[in-house]
């Protein structure tokens, strides 16, 4: 429904429930995450649901390590939050959400995850508060001001024997135990099992990647507490194969496996709710510049885009990455050029920017034309062979 000049125009695959004009959206799509189960349009729910319903109520206390992977833009943290919603469910459950992209170093990520732990377990076993706490706090402290450093070497504490008395006393493996079980004891007596729910690991650069999969391994052995790490497992993979391995992809992914030991791939999005989360971004753009479409337009527009541009259009991020470039770039040429034609080639410079490139670097052998049958000349042939390898 690219316009409602008098009657409401449906695209090939939308709901007839689409809501009016008058309620679509007239900004920009914001990228962030869904906050219930009520805008769960990709029907991500019952993966969420599942996932967290068998951490919650697994009868094995030892801890295991899920990874949730999906590519960039696919809707994982959203997956994070349906989660947290469904082990709201289970009384004996405490979710805790942790994201180390607020963190700027090695010790303020130790530091920051105890203490999220702390206060996170704290609210949920009150009369059990100060002792948490305090355990938790100087677990962290012990790997962190004991210079037991992420990336695997040690911070010198200077030359003195006191400096090296106390690094020793510090990183004593018996005191980290004793405390581990005190947490464990508690847990156990309590009933209570703890879900660590790790996002955004695939924004960070390779040494925080590093950083977080040891944070993983370091903490991962509590019984009772499970790990849920969203990412990009092919970027990962990547980044940690250029710190192991010399760029060796498969090296990268080997430490993936050692630390992940349940690898779950996110639900592809549906192919129709894609289109029909882009039409409507399309359909708000149009409105926001005042462009009214003619049925031949929205017919022109809806088979181009799918038999050119849909192919392209894997993830809910993508929609809304195109749909945000209509809204500011129809405005800036309305009345000047034809408004199909603007969001097509808006779409090639989104979805295929480096055809994009080639067909503005090269405009006479798009916009002029050319006799039917004539042999494309030399520089033809170079711009055939550039759109070739432009579109591979």
């Known amino acids: 429904v690219f316009s409602q000049p008098k009657e409401p125009v449906q695209i090939a695959g939308e709901a007839a429930d689409t809501p009016p004009k008058d309620e679509a959206k007239s900004a920009y799509s914001a990228d962030k995450p869904i906050e219930t189960v009520a805008e769960d349009r990709f029907n991500r729910w019952p993966f969420a649901k599942r996932i967290a319903d068998t951490l919650a109520t697994r009868a094995d206390p030892s801890s295991v390590v899920v990874g949730v992977y999906g590519p960039w833009g696919d809707g994982k943290t959203s997956v994070l939050r349906l989660m947290e919603i469904?082990?709201?469910?289970?009384?004996?459950?405490?979710?805790?959400?942790?994201n180390p992209w607020y963190f700027g170093?090695?010790?303020?990520?130790?530091?920051?995850?105890?203490?999220?732990?702390?206060?996170?377990?704290?609210?949920?076993?009150?009369?059990?508060?100060?002792k948490i706490g305090k355990i938790l706090e100087k677990y962290g402290s012990l790997l962190s001001l004991a210079s037991l450093s992420l990336s695997g070497g040690i911070v010198s504490l200077g030359s003195g024997g006191e400096a090296a008395t106390g690094l020793g006393k510090a990183l004593s493996?018996?005191?980290?135990?004793?405390?581990?079980?005190?947490?464990?004891k508690i847990l156990e007596e309590s009933g209570t099992r703890i879900v660590v729910m790790i996002d955004d690991i695939d924004r960070l650069d390779q040494d925080e990647i590093h950083a977080v999969f040891k944070l993983v391994k370091l903490s991962?052995?509590?019984?009772?507490?499970?790990?849920?790490?969203?990412?990009?497992?092919?970027?990962v993979?990547?980044?940690?194969?250029k710190k192991y391995g010399s760029g060796n992809v498969q090296a990268g992914r080997s430490f993936l496996e050692k630390i992940v030991q349940v690898p779950l791939h996110l639900p592809a999005a549906d192919d129709i709710e894609l289109r029909r989360l882009t039409f409507e971004g399309v359909d708000a753009a149009l409105s926001l510049s005042g462009i009214e479409a003619t049925q031949e337009q929205v017919d022109a527009f809806t088979r181009h885009f799918v038999d050119g541009l849909e192919e392209r259009l894997h993830t809910p991020r993508q929609a809304k990455l195109y749909t945000n470039a209509l809204m500011f770039a129809l405005p800036i040429l309305k009345g000047e050029v034809h408004p199909v034609d603007h969001m097509l080639i808006e779409g090639i410079r989104v979805f295929y920017p480096k055809l994009y490139v080639v067909i503005r670097e090269n405009p006479q052998f798009f916009l002029e034309e050319h006799r039917s049958g004539h042999k494309p000349d030399a520089e033809s042939q170079r711009v055939i062979g550039l759109i070739d390898v432009a579109l591979k």
Do not use: W
């Open 237 to 241: 993979s990547g980044a940690l194969s």
């Open 173 to 184: 493996t018996v005191e980290l135990e004793e405390l581990k079980a005190r947490l464990e």
């Open 220 to 235: 991962a052995g509590f019984n009772r507490t499970s790990y849920v790490l969203a990412l990009d497992d092919e970027m």
């Open 86 to 98: 469904a082990l709201q469910s289970h009384e004996n459950t405490i979710p805790v959400r942790f």
């Open 105 to 130: 170093s090695q010790e303020q990520l130790l530091q920051g995850f105890f203490k999220t732990l702390a206060e996170a377990t704290g609210k949920s076993l009150e009369h059990n508060k100060e």
